[in-house]
Protein backbone atom coordinates (compact mmCIF):
# COMPACT_ATOMS: atom_id res chain seq x y z
CA UNK A 1 0.00 0.00 0.00
CA UNK A 2 2.67 2.31 1.08
CA UNK A 3 4.34 1.83 -2.80
CA UNK A 4 1.00 2.47 -4.11
CA UNK A 5 0.41 5.61 -2.44
CA UNK A 6 4.20 6.84 -3.10
CA UNK A 7 3.31 5.94 -6.97
CA UNK A 8 0.13 7.44 -7.32
CA UNK A 9 1.78 10.72 -5.57
CA UNK A 10 4.52 10.91 -7.48
CA UNK A 11 2.23 10.25 -10.43
CA UNK A 12 0.56 13.31 -9.29
CA UNK A 13 3.07 15.79 -8.99
CA UNK A 14 4.15 15.37 -12.60
CA UNK A 15 0.78 15.96 -13.62
CA UNK A 16 0.63 19.24 -12.23
CA UNK A 17 2.78 21.83 -14.34
CA UNK A 18 3.92 25.12 -13.23
CA UNK A 19 2.04 27.89 -15.33
CA UNK A 20 4.34 30.72 -16.05
CA UNK A 21 2.91 34.08 -17.09
CA UNK A 22 3.73 34.57 -20.84
CA UNK A 23 2.75 37.25 -22.66
CA UNK A 24 3.13 38.67 -26.24
CA UNK A 25 7.14 39.85 -27.14
CA UNK A 26 8.40 38.20 -24.70
CA UNK A 27 10.81 35.06 -24.31
CA UNK A 28 9.87 31.75 -23.32
CA UNK A 29 12.22 28.41 -23.31
CA UNK A 30 11.66 24.98 -23.63
CA UNK A 31 11.17 22.61 -20.71
CA UNK A 32 11.36 19.39 -23.04
CA UNK A 33 14.06 17.37 -24.74
CA UNK A 34 11.55 17.53 -27.87
CA UNK A 35 8.55 20.42 -27.55
CA UNK A 36 6.39 20.08 -30.73
CA UNK A 37 4.62 23.30 -32.14
CA UNK A 38 1.27 22.30 -32.99
CA UNK A 39 -1.02 24.09 -35.75
CA UNK A 40 -3.72 25.31 -33.31
CA UNK A 41 -3.65 25.16 -28.98
CA UNK A 42 -5.23 21.64 -28.75
CA UNK A 43 -2.86 18.86 -27.22
CA UNK A 44 -3.81 16.35 -30.34
CA UNK A 45 -2.85 19.02 -33.18
CA UNK A 46 -0.96 18.70 -35.34
CA UNK A 47 2.71 19.50 -35.05
CA UNK A 48 3.83 21.86 -37.86
CA UNK A 49 7.67 21.09 -36.17
CA UNK A 50 9.79 20.01 -32.92
CA UNK A 51 12.62 22.13 -30.67
CA UNK A 52 15.27 20.84 -28.27
CA UNK A 53 15.63 21.38 -24.84
CA UNK A 54 16.32 25.07 -23.53
CA UNK A 55 15.59 27.06 -26.82
CA UNK A 56 14.71 29.98 -26.70
CA UNK A 57 11.48 30.90 -28.54
CA UNK A 58 9.62 34.63 -29.18
CA UNK A 59 6.23 34.47 -27.97
CA UNK A 60 3.46 36.56 -30.09
CA UNK A 61 0.45 35.58 -28.31
CA UNK A 62 -0.87 34.16 -25.43
CA UNK A 63 -4.85 31.92 -25.39
CA UNK A 64 -5.50 30.98 -21.87
CA UNK A 65 -2.64 28.34 -21.00
CA UNK A 66 -1.46 28.18 -24.55
CA UNK A 67 1.06 30.14 -25.80
CA UNK A 68 2.19 30.87 -30.10
CA UNK A 69 6.15 30.76 -29.79
CA UNK A 70 8.06 31.22 -33.01
CA UNK A 71 11.95 30.06 -32.89
CA UNK A 72 12.93 31.32 -36.78
CA UNK A 73 11.15 30.26 -40.00
CA UNK A 74 9.02 27.71 -36.99
CA UNK A 75 5.95 28.92 -35.49
CA UNK A 76 3.57 26.95 -33.29
CA UNK A 77 1.27 26.72 -30.38
CA UNK A 78 2.47 24.91 -26.99
CA UNK A 79 0.94 24.58 -23.78
CA UNK A 80 2.71 26.61 -21.22
CA UNK A 81 3.51 23.76 -18.53
CA UNK A 82 5.85 22.69 -21.33
CA UNK A 83 7.65 26.37 -21.16
CA UNK A 84 9.56 28.11 -18.68
CA UNK A 85 10.43 32.28 -18.43
CA UNK A 86 14.27 31.83 -17.47
CA UNK A 87 16.59 29.20 -19.34
CA UNK A 88 16.95 25.73 -17.72
CA UNK A 89 20.33 24.80 -17.13
CA UNK A 90 22.08 22.01 -18.43
CA UNK A 91 20.77 18.46 -17.02
CA UNK A 92 23.80 16.70 -15.42
CA UNK A 93 23.74 13.72 -12.70
CA UNK A 94 24.77 13.76 -9.38
CA UNK A 95 28.74 12.62 -10.87
CA UNK A 96 28.52 15.47 -13.27
CA UNK A 97 27.36 12.99 -16.23
CA UNK A 98 24.87 13.93 -18.86
CA UNK A 99 21.46 12.57 -17.99
CA UNK A 100 21.29 12.14 -21.89
CA UNK A 101 21.21 8.34 -22.70
CA UNK A 102 22.90 8.87 -26.08
CA UNK A 103 25.60 10.74 -24.23
CA UNK A 104 26.75 8.20 -21.93
CA UNK A 105 28.69 4.50 -22.52
CA UNK A 106 26.83 0.87 -21.95
CA UNK A 107 29.24 0.56 -18.94
CA UNK A 108 28.35 3.41 -16.92
CA UNK A 109 24.88 2.80 -17.83
CA UNK A 110 24.70 -0.84 -16.46
CA UNK A 111 27.10 0.03 -13.28
CA UNK A 112 25.63 -1.66 -9.94
CA UNK A 113 25.81 0.70 -7.18
CA UNK A 114 28.80 1.35 -5.07
CA UNK A 115 29.23 -0.78 -2.16
CA UNK A 116 29.99 2.24 0.25
CA UNK A 117 26.36 4.00 -1.49
CA UNK A 118 24.94 0.77 -0.40
CA UNK A 119 27.06 0.40 3.23
CA UNK A 120 25.87 4.02 4.22
CA UNK A 121 22.37 3.14 2.82
CA UNK A 122 22.58 0.32 5.65
CA UNK A 123 24.20 2.58 8.28
CA UNK A 124 21.13 5.15 7.85
CA UNK A 125 18.48 2.42 7.92
CA UNK A 126 17.93 3.32 3.85
CA UNK A 127 18.66 -0.40 3.11
CA UNK A 128 15.38 -0.56 1.26
CA UNK A 129 15.72 1.76 -0.73
CA UNK A 130 17.15 0.12 -3.76
CA UNK A 131 14.35 -2.20 -3.75
CA UNK A 132 11.60 0.56 -3.40
CA UNK A 133 13.18 2.46 -6.50
CA UNK A 134 12.94 -0.73 -8.45
CA UNK A 135 9.80 -1.19 -7.66
CA UNK A 136 8.44 2.10 -8.52
CA UNK A 137 10.63 1.82 -11.87
CA UNK A 138 8.74 -1.60 -12.89
CA UNK A 139 5.64 -0.44 -11.90
CA UNK A 140 6.40 3.51 -13.91
CA UNK A 141 7.68 1.20 -16.54
CA UNK A 142 4.16 -0.60 -16.91
CA UNK A 143 2.15 2.29 -17.60
CA UNK A 144 2.01 3.49 -21.25
CA UNK A 145 2.14 6.97 -22.14
CA UNK A 146 -1.19 6.52 -23.96
CA UNK A 147 -2.72 5.81 -20.54
CA UNK A 148 -0.86 8.74 -18.88
CA UNK A 149 -2.68 11.29 -21.98
CA UNK A 150 -5.78 9.50 -21.22
CA UNK A 151 -5.93 10.06 -17.57
CA UNK A 152 -4.51 13.80 -18.35
CA UNK A 153 -7.62 14.06 -20.67
CA UNK A 154 -9.95 12.83 -18.31
CA UNK A 155 -9.18 14.65 -15.77
CA UNK A 156 -8.41 17.77 -17.36
CA UNK A 157 -4.81 17.90 -16.36
CA UNK A 158 -1.57 19.39 -18.15
CA UNK A 159 -2.33 20.09 -21.37
CA UNK A 160 -5.59 19.18 -21.32
CA UNK A 161 -6.88 22.05 -18.86
Not at 22 to 30: I, P, W
Not at 122 to 134: L, P, T
Request: hydrophobic share 40%; aromatic share 8%; with cysteine.
Amino acid sequence: MKHLFTAMALAALCALPTLASFSSGNTAYTKRVNTALLEEPKPLAKPLAHVGYARKLSVDEVKGAWVLVREGKNKGWVFSGNLAEQKPEEIKGADGLPLEASKTSASIAARPLAPAASDYADRRGYSNAREDIVWLEKHADAIKEAQVRAYQEEHKKGEYQ
